[in-house]
């Protein structure tokens, strides 16, 4: 029988290496975290652990393990879709758009605000207000949901 990963030992290693003070074992661990809550259904930890990762790989001048976060996120966003769960797509979406726009890439976090926001707009969600002045802050046109 294969055996899983305990999220347990990962919880550990993650409060080590904020006790170490060492922000990279701290965000390899997140990403770690956040592939484990995927594969065990847990889509919003996965997005919420993946956005954090990707933050403190961008932070940490790390663009290699900044993609592969990313790539883990985007793989997330898949699931999410694939499984009709509009809300932790949303949040995928929304994720990736936030480190677009931390990137210097307006146009990218746009695209991907925007679809956050007219699905959040879609099923009701109050983050939609969030992502509305987000892209207010940074200049961005907010698209309409047919629903003004």
Same mark, same amino acid.
């Given at each position: 029988m294969a055996?899983?990963?305990?999220? %347990?030992?990962h919880q550990e290693a993650? #409060?080590? #290496?904020r006790s170490l003070g060492d922000q990279k074992l701290e965000a390899d661990q997140l990403n770690d975290l956040a592939t484990v809550a995927r594969c065990t259904g847990d889509y919003a930890a996965a997005i919420r652990d993946h956005q954090q990762a990707v933050t403190m790989f961008r932070d940490l001048g790390l663009p290699r393990d900044q993609a592969d976060a990313l790539n883990r996120l985007g793989k997330a966003l898949?699931? #999410?879709?694939?499984? $009709?769960?509009?809300?932790?797509?949303?949040? #995928?979406?929304? %994720?990736? %758009?936030?480190?677009h726009l931390l990137d210097g890439n307006p146009g990218q976090a746009a695209l991907h605000l925007g679809q956050a926001l007219a699905i959040y707009q879609r099923i009701g969600a109050p983050d939609a207000r969030r992502?509305?002045?987000t892209l207010q802050q940074h200049g961005q046109s907010i698209p309409t949901? $047919?629903?003004s």
């Open positions: 055996t899983r990963p305990r999220p %347990g030992s993650l #409060a080590l #290496a898949a699931i #999410a879709r694939d499984l $009709g769960m509009p809300l932790e797509e949303a949040r #995928a979406l929304e %994720g990736i %758009g936030r480190s992502v509305q002045e949901s $047919g629903s």
